[in-house]
């Protein structure tokens, strides 16, 4: 699935993406708005990851929708 898609129906990919990162709270996936550099920040910022680590999971994660 590509980004276009994941981001017009993210309405739908935020419980997928809240299966994933746990630690993101509604609020925060709310202010992603399937924006994918949005979503790699708070990935990067909540779990403590370097901001490449929170890029491969987050493609790797919309390759498997």
Request: hydrophobic fraction near 30%; charged fraction near 45%.
């Amino acid at each position: 699935m590509n980004w276009d898609q994941i981001e017009g129906q993210w309405k739908e990919m935020k419980g997928k993406a809240r299966n994933s990162w746990g630690k993101l709270t509604d609020d925060e996936l709310d202010q992603v708005g399937g924006k994918k550099d949005e979503l790699v920040g708070k990935i990067q910022k909540k779990y403590g990851l370097e901001r490449e680590e929170a890029e491969r999971q987050v493609d790797d994660w919309a390759k498997g929708l």
